[in-house]
């Protein structure tokens, strides 16, 4: 169980096309899900957090007009690089965490989407 | 914001030998969890574990949360395990986002 999906898995755009990458919970409901960004050998940044049904809320410098996130469902949230540019080239990681979880905070991660602007 | 401190940051075993990774986070908390990275970027959830103690074949956890620390055991390493482990753990605030270590790297040679 608690399996997320990311698609694409690897993507590879033009400088100034956007980007939409898909974060889904499998076999359980997420009213929350996390987008972050990770480096080269670096650890993970969080960008944002989707509620469903809400608009998400961002994290200290992170542009919400180039990073649109929509979580429009209990099982979907997506994140959508606008005018894309080389310096966004980076490995984005989302997870979830279930419904209702019964005092439990644990989240689950997807295998996350490696972007390449060129 | 919350501080997750890890150690060490490398960490070269000969396979068969036995590890500890380190986690120090500087408020209380209501959620820590252990990830491993492998090398395709996938995380995998290794522990939940905000208090207490948690074994999982050759991988074992303890929390101590009023010290603010927890542990993890890896005991007879074998070279898949090789990969970033990362701690992360959630503020008990309300604010409910993990904030992450920067990770051991761990490789083992056969």
């Known amino acids: 169980g608690a399996v997320v999906s990311q698609h694409p898995s690897r993507v590879i755009c033009k400088s100034g096309t956007s980007v939409k990458i898909e974060c889904r919970s499998l076999?359980?409901?997420?009213?929350?899900m996390f987008w972050y960004r990770q480096f080269p050998k670096k650890s993970l940044m969080l960008m944002a957090t989707?509620?469903?049904?809400?608009?998400?809320?961002?994290e200290q410098g992170v542009e919400k007009d180039k990073f649109l996130i929509n979580h429009a469902s209990l099982t979907l949230s997506t994140l959508t690089v606008t005018s894309a540019h080389p310096e966004d080239s980076s490995f984005y990681i989302c997870?979830?965490?279930?419904?209702?979880?019964?005092?439990?905070?644990?989240?689950?991660f997807g295998p996350g989407t490696r972007l390449t602007v060129t | 914001g919350i501080q997750v401190e890890q150690s060490p940051p490398d960490l070269i075993l000969q396979e068969g030998a036995n590890s500890t990774l380190r986690c120090n986070f500087s408020?209380?908390?209501?959620?820590l969890q252990w990830f491993h990275q492998n090398p395709w970027g996938q995380l995998i959830n290794l522990f939940y574990?905000?208090?207490g103690t948690k074994q999982n074949g050759r991988l074992s956890a303890t929390t101590v949360a009023t010290e603010r620390y927890s542990l993890l055991y890896i005991s007879s390493s074998q070279t898949t395990d090789s990969g970033v482990y990362f701690c992360?753990?959630?503020?008990?605030?309300?604010?409910?986002?993990?904030?992450f270590g920067k990770g051991t790297m761990l490789l083992v040679s056969p």
């Open positions: 997870s979830a965490r279930a419904a209702g979880g019964a005092g439990s905070y644990e989240q689950y």
């Open positions: 076999d359980f409901q997420a009213t929350t």
């Open positions: 989707s509620n469903e049904g809400s608009k998400a809320t961002y």
């Open positions: 408020d209380s908390v209501n959620n």
């Open positions: 574990i905000p208090s």
């Open positions: 992360a753990v959630e503020q008990d605030s309300g604010y409910s986002t993990l904030t």
